[in-house]
């Protein structure tokens, strides 16, 4: 079994940072991508930012030259830091690891932890 625990999120400014951090239940090299999602009101859940086991990131349009993913290893921990906040960066923020498999791959993921960006 895989918990995902999600921390850093709350209320921001238009402008402002927030840091999210999901630790793991056991080591990050077992997964082939960790990653963060978010979900909005209303809107189907979409992929903020993505790290490989090989450090390889992707991200997300919206996240792009705002946000970057990274990886602590040995605190078996991902973190999203998110500079530049917009309003529309409001949504609840899921931590995603997954396994892949021979024709298929096992999800995981966290409790989700609310993002507010608000004047």
């Known amino acids: 079994q895989v918990h995902l625990v999600e921390s850093g999120g709350g209320l921001a400014q238009p402008g402002g940072s927030l840091r999210l951090s999901c630790a793991a239940s056991?080591?990050?090299?077992?997964?082939?991508?960790m990653g963060w999602y978010r979900q909005a009101p209303g809107k189907q859940r979409e992929l903020v930012a993505a790290?490989?086991?090989?450090?390889?990131?992707s991200y997300g349009d919206s996240a792009k030259g705002r946000f970057t993913i990274s990886r602590d290893n040995a605190k078996n921990t991902v973190i999203l830091q998110m500079n530049s906040l917009k309003p529309e960066d409001t949504a609840v923020y899921y931590c995603?690891?997954?396994?892949?498999?021979?024709?298929?791959?096992?999800?995981?993921w966290g409790q989700g932890t609310q993002v507010t960006v608000s004047s």
């Open positions: 995603n690891a997954r396994v892949l498999k021979r024709d298929n791959f096992d999800d995981y």
């Open positions: 056991r080591s990050i090299f077992s997964f082939n991508f």
């Open positions: 790290v490989t086991s090989g450090v390889s990131t």
